[in-house]
């Protein structure tokens, strides 16, 4: 009977019950929710569903990212800043730089929608943060996850990781939440149904030789980006050059969507309960809503500056795409126009800046890094 009781007692003690404290109970809580906008709600499922799972994983079996468990090595590739890189390759092979092309001025747009960056990076430090630690929290502001994670990486900050990621991916996905009160709170009605012309054709050869210039220019100046850029550009010019339809296909589906379940899964599971439930996870996120919404706000104020140069040709609200979320972004463009006249298309005018916005907020990056000494 001894043997029997102990053999039980083993396996009673060898259960999650037995391990977890209230804090890993709370994260499955979240990550249950998670799973739960993801799939019934349909906020970036692709993204969400990994991440949650990983969140739900590292909370009922955490030696899953102790070294030797499976997630440690998925975790070692956005340590490496491998995943983010290769996630960027598949952007590149998936995007159409055409309307960039087509209207240069969506580089001023992309730009000044990465505001909201050097804001939270000040108030990251007005917060307690040291210069590093607020720089890797600010690029939430370009909601881009793989620019977060690769930043986190880069500067040393891997016990944030977790948390800068969720936020930023969270914030990604809630894009059709966030963005609409501030591009109507900051416009009229009457510029919101501004309609604007149709972009002109772009030439083969003008797609052919956008990824090399930029890829020389940006990197030229800031070597460090070469890592997202690179890929990005890469990525894209396995789409524009008309010799690698094997290559872009790759990219863009197969290798996009095993980054994807790699990147989701390890990011999720960075938030165990020690590591997230911290009062540093709470000012991640304020910092990250807040970067966000400036970043949505600059935009849409250059927006209503040009509009003003332009004589009412440019809609502000293709400002507020100038974030890096592709295509959400653009898509909350054409969609808060279309409120304002059903028979408003925005949605070509908005890929501009929105595109724009990917280039703009892996600059933000390599300037951080230059900046810190990174290289």
């Known amino acids: 009977m001894g043997n029997i009781a102990e053999t039980i007692s083993n396996l009673i003690n060898q259960t999650a019950f037995t391990n977890l404290y209230w804090g890993n109970y709370v994260m499955i809580i979240i990550a249950c929710v998670f799973l739960y906008l993801a799939i019934a709600k349909g906020f970036e499922p692709l993204l969400l569903t990994p ?3 990983g969140m739900l994983l590292v909370n009922i079996y955490p030696p899953i990212m102790e070294e030797g468990g499976l997630l440690h090595y998925f975790y070692l590739l956005d340590e490496w800043a491998i995943l983010p890189s290769l996630i960027f390759m598949g952007v590149g092979a998936m995007t159409d730089f055409g309307p960039l092309i087509a209207n240069p001025i969506s580089f001023l747009l992309g730009a000044a929608a990465q505001l909201g960056i050097y804001v939270a990076y000040f108030l990251a430090m007005i917060m ?3 210069g590093a630690a607020a720089a890797a ?3 939430i502001g ?6 977060s994670i690769f930043l986190a990486s880069k500067l040393g900050q891997t016990s944030l990781m977790g948390p800068i990621a969720v936020a930023a991916y969270s914030y990604m996905s809630l894009v059709p939440m966030i963005q609409p009160p501030i591009m109507k709170a900051f416009t009229t009605e009457a510029e919101r149904k501004i309609k604007m012309p149709q972009l002109r054709p772009v030439s083969k050869l003008e797609k052919i030789l956008f990824p090399i210039v930029i890829t020389i220019v940006v990197c030229m100046l800031l070597p460090t980006t070469a890592p997202l850029v690179g890929m990005l550009m890469l990525g894209n010019l396995f789409r524009e050059c008309g010799v690698t339809r094997q290559l872009q296909e790759t990219a863009s589906n197969a290798l996009m969507y095993i980054v994807v379940i790699f990147l989701g899964t390890s990011v999720g599971a960075t938030t ?3 590591a997230f439930l911290r009062l540093d996870t709470i000012k991640i996120v304020i910092c990250g809503l807040i970067a966000f919404a400036f970043g949505t706000f600059g935009g849409v104020i250059l927006g209503k500056l040009l509009c003003k140069v332009t004589h009412g040709k440019i809609n502000p609200l293709i400002g ?3 974030v890096s979320a592709v295509p959400m972004a653009a898509r909350v463009s054409q969609k808060v126009g279309a409120e304002a006249d059903p ?3 925005l949605l070509m005018n908005a890929m501009g800046p929105n595109v ?4 703009g907020t892996a600059v933000a990056a390599g300037t951080f890094m230059a900046i810190f000494g990174v290289v």
């Open 320 to 322: 507020s795409a100038g």
């Open 137 to 139: 929290i600010s690029i």
């Open 128 to 130: 307690g943060f040291n």
């Open 272 to 274: 165990s309960a020690g």
């Open 142 to 147: 370009g909601a881009d996850g793989p620019t």
């Open 356 to 359: 724009a916005g990917v280039i």
């Open 343 to 345: 028979t408003n298309f």
């Open 51 to 53: 991440i949650a799972f």
